[in-house]
């Protein structure tokens, strides 16, 4: 497997996933507690995959 290629763009915080998604920190942090979109919390801290969110969004508009 070739790293380089297949690395892993990871948004920690929900201040960071809510700036991907466009979104007030204060609704990103409830759609992170109910489920409503692709995330872990480690640690304490939110977790998200960048290309995830993105697509997970794309998906659900169309």
Do not use: Q, Y
Not at 9 to 27: F, T
Not at 31 to 36: H, N, P, R, V
Not at 37 to 52: T, Y
């Amino acid at each position: 497997m070739d790293v380089k290629n297949d690395k892993i763009d990871l948004v920690w915080g929900a201040e960071g996933i809510a700036r991907v998604i466009g979104r007030s920190p204060r609704v990103t942090f409830h759609l992170l507690t109910t489920g409503a979109i692709p995330a872990k919390k480690v640690g304490g801290r939110w977790v998200a995959e960048r290309g995830k969110l993105i697509a997970f969004f794309l998906e659900t508009a169309a």
